[in-house]
């Protein structure tokens, strides 16, 4: 049962164009959102989070819009460089003690051309 | 800077044997996670510790076992190793309360069953 779904294995864009990255969540106890970048033979780091009080959170080129009512997060990069080009996780966490309910999607592939 | 360190990068090992892979973080850290990535699944959560000597199954716990003896230190054992869990392990940290913080992973290690 995934409750976090990333229903695009890849994306390609043209450098310097936005990229969208998609990402939905069947939990609606899930209060608080992620982005990871993972390059390969490298553990994810973080990029940017979202809690559920906001719809939008920005950070220089990358933007995370937050739709609670669909349940739907997306990540904006502008603009797309072709140092971008990694996989990208969404993950998702509630707010409870002792939690573990960090969630991760299965992750989008992005490629930027240069 | 929080870090988090896999011993082993790289390993092979035959069926059948018992393989430990191991984990230390440098950030004081309560939480500490283990987790396997498999293309098109995602991250999945194999074992989460959130205090010394005390353990939680995640989503895929069936072939593991952990052991957190000291707080900065969870070590994730394969009892009889198979071929199925040729994949790569990530080992993260956060602190208790995920919520509002990220978790830190560290470099992975690729493990292969022969």
């Known amino acids: 049962d995934q409750q976090v779904k990333q229903n695009s294995p890849s994306l390609s864009v043209q450098e310097g164009r936005i990229s969208i990255l998609n990402c939905d969540y069947t939990n609606s106890m899930f209060d608080y959102f992620l982005w990871y970048k993972k390059y390969p033979a490298e553990g994810p780091t973080f990029l940017i989070s979202i809690s559920s009080i906001k719809d939008k959170n920005e950070d220089g080129r990358f933007t995370v819009f937050l739709n609670k009512s669909a349940k739907h997060l997306s990540l904006h990069i502008v603009p797309s460089q072709p140092g971008d080009s990694a996989v990208y996780f969404c993950?998702?966490?509630?707010?409870?003690?002792?939690?573990?309910?960090?969630?991760f999607g299965a992750g989008t592939r992005l490629t930027v051309k240069p | 800077d929080v870090k988090v360190t896999q011993s082993s990068r790289y390993l092979v090992k035959r069926t059948g044997e018992k393989v430990f892979l191991e984990c230390v973080q440098d950030m004081d850290h309560e939480n500490m996670f283990w987790y396997r990535q498999d293309p098109g699944l995602g991250l999945r959560l194999i074992y989460f510790s959130y205090d010394v000597k005390m353990k939680e199954k995640g989503d895929i716990p069936e072939g593991y076992s952990v052991s957190r003896e000291k707080k900065e230190r969870f070590s994730l054992i394969l009892e009889s190793a198979s071929t199925n869990q040729t994949s790569m392990y990530l080992c993260?940290?956060?602190?208790?309360?995920?919520?509002?913080?990220?978790?830190?992973f560290g470099e992975g290690s690729w493990l292969t069953v022969v």
């Open positions: 993950a998702a966490s509630a707010h409870q003690d002792n939690n573990n309910d960090m969630r």
């Open positions: 993260a940290s956060s602190l208790r309360e995920i919520s509002g913080n990220t978790i830190y």
